[in-house]
């Protein structure tokens, strides 16, 4: 499988204790591809300042790590995207790692293909029971990128499973309260908040499970009993394999010949 070339897993990043979330793909990842080295790299500026300035973490970008490969004689690399959909950081992360200092070929983020979201909706449904009393609310960051469409799609295919599901998000189209409406029309008395999100950060604290303006204030004030998932995707070994799947599908393309 083309041994040797490095994989440079490229996630947007996170300030908070969620970043051991990284560290679970990580291991994943390397028991995947023990003969490709694996090194990370991190889209934000803002999650890289802030690590800078209160722990003196040096968290390089996408095009540091690609140069200190450069400078190490590599010639090619694969670039996964650590992201949820093609948003605005998924193009931002293409268009920097074409100014690197070798070739890239681009892993693709975690809801590219059909499959894809048949795979992750599975893995959500397996770990949460079907009650007939309860709702299941995915929660997403949202997006004005037209990569917004994801999220009613993967509202699409939990909808077939029957279960009283449903995907919204903090920022973007979504509607809180219509959410609320939605749910309360269901029967349901309790409803179980997900972050639709690979590591369950500041959002999770603050949007999804705050004491104010969030979601699940607003179930509570509808009379309904919330519960609320800590963890954040990327901590599911089925969310991980799909990541695995695309780094494959990456080296697959990258030519014999560059090894």
Do not use: C
Request: hydrophobic share 40%; glycine share 8%; proline share 4%.
């Amino acid at each position: 499988m083309k041994n040797g070339i490095p994989i440079v897993l490229a996630a947007f990043g996170t300030t908070s204790r969620a970043l051991d979330t990284y560290s679970y793909m990580d291991g994943i990842v390397k028991k995947s591809f023990p003969d490709h080295p694996v090194r990370w790299a991190y889209t934000s500026r803002m999650v890289r300042s802030d690590m800078l300035k209160k722990h003196g973490a040096n968290m390089k970008t996408p095009l540091q790590v690609l140069d200190q490969l450069g400078g190490e004689g590599r010639r090619w690399a694969v670039v996964q995207s650590v992201h949820m959909i093609w948003g605005h950081e998924f193009y931002r992360l293409q268009d920097e790692i074409r100014a690197g200092a070798v070739r890239t070929s681009m892993g693709l983020p975690l809801l590219t293909a059909p499959e894809d979201f048949r795979q992750l909706g599975d893995a959500i449904l397996d770990r949460h029971d079907a009650q007939s009393d309860t709702a299941t609310v995915l929660v997403g960051h949202g997006t004005d990128h037209p990569a917004w469409t994801a999220y009613p799609a993967l509202h699409q295919f939990l909808q077939a499973s029957g279960v009283n599901v449903h995907v919204a998000t903090v920022e973007g189209e979504t509607d809180m309260q219509q959410t609320v409406e939605d749910v309360v029309r269901t029967g349901a008395r309790k409803v179980h908040l997900v972050p639709l999100m690979l590591v369950a950060g500041v959002h999770l604290q603050e949007d999804i499970a705050g004491e104010e303006d969030s979601w699940k204030q607003a179930f509570l004030e509808a009379g309904i009993e919330v519960s609320v998932e800590k963890s954040g995707l990327g901590k599911l070994p089925a969310v991980v394999d799909i990541f695995v799947k695309h780094i494959r599908d990456a080296l697959a393309i990258v030519p014999d010949q560059a090894v």
